[in-house]
């Protein structure tokens, strides 16, 4: 990075860092409400942790420096056990996928560890991206206070995606490189990020330029990533063009 370009990096990581400090520090009940969903999701004593940081602002970019080559931005879902207990992002078994694919696909010329930035589209930490949901749900029994709680977490949780796309669009500006967004499901109308999705929509509008960059996928976990890939190849297509083209697709079913 030049300069100019290692500044702006370096605004846009202490704004997303200020802003996890803020949204932990506007939710005091959250670890709470994490911890008993933990618990109840957990199959044997064995599967039980403690919840140890609620919003998690991924440290990793800690690690960034002005020499290093930024080659691709990666947006994953949320933070789940493992990222919640490193503050990191993606290095769990969805994270394992993803290194080991960059490994087996040295034609595009990306190294996961130093070439690639991680973010997502909330930081805030559930066990799984779908317990988003329940974690909302856990506390809309009716009583007034547990009614408001629900409420503001609701409004923190459409807040806190509206501020990593804008954070996206800042790293994206700045490094002027691909961005891979994994995990379109809940992308859609009704999904637990559609915030994210009509956010990505309004401040992308007149990036044109910046849009094109814009690909989506399936997620890294289960290999579903790897699979689409492999059931939508072409033959003679390399492996770029195949993801250029599969992302663009899935681009353009989700933001338009």
């Keep these: ?18 802003a996890v400090k803020e949204l932990d520090k506007s939710l005091p009940d959250l670890r709470k409400m994490q911890q008993k ?3 109840s999701r957990a199959s044997s004593p064995n599967a039980t942790y ?22 691709l931005i990666l947006t994953a879902d949320n933070p789940g056990r493992r990222e919640q207990e490193s503050r990191r992002y993606l290095i769990g078994p969805s994270g394992k996928i993803a290194r080991n694919f960059f ?3 040295p034609s595009l010329g990306i190294d996961f560890t130093k070439n690639v930035i991680i973010l997502n589209k909330t930081p805030v930490h559930t ?22 709680i629900a409420e503001t977490l609701a409004e923190a949780l459409k ?24 995990g379109y499901s809940e992308m859609r109308k009704n999904g637990v990020f559609e915030t994210y999705t009509d956010e990505l929509t309004s401040i992308y509008n007149d990036k044109k330029e910046l ?7 399936r997620h890294f976990s289960m290999n579903q990533f790897t699979i689409d890939l492999r059931q939508q190849a072409r033959e003679g297509e390399s492996v770029k063009k195949s993801l250029e083209r599969i992302g663009k697709t899935y681009r353009e079913k989700i933001l338009g």
């Design 37 to 39: 969903l933990a618990d």
């Design 159 to 182: 807040k806190s995606q509206k501020i990593m796309a804008s954070i996206l669009l800042e790293f994206h500006e700045t490094l002027c490189c691909p961005v891979w967004i994994t």
């Design 50 to 71: 403690v919840v140890k940081t609620p919003v998690v602002y991924n440290e990793a970019l800690d690690d960034v420096t002005k020499d290093d080559d930024i080659k």
């Design 103 to 105: 490994i087996n696909n």
């Design 1 to 18: 990075m030049n300069k100019s370009a290692w500044e702006k990096f370096c605004v846009t990581r202490d704004r997303f860092k200020s």
């Design 211 to 217: 849009f094109k960059q814009l690909f989506i996928f």
């Design 127 to 148: 066990p799984r991206t779908v317990e988003l949901r329940e974690l909302l749900r856990m506390n809309s029994g009716g009583k007034r206070n547990t009614e408001k």
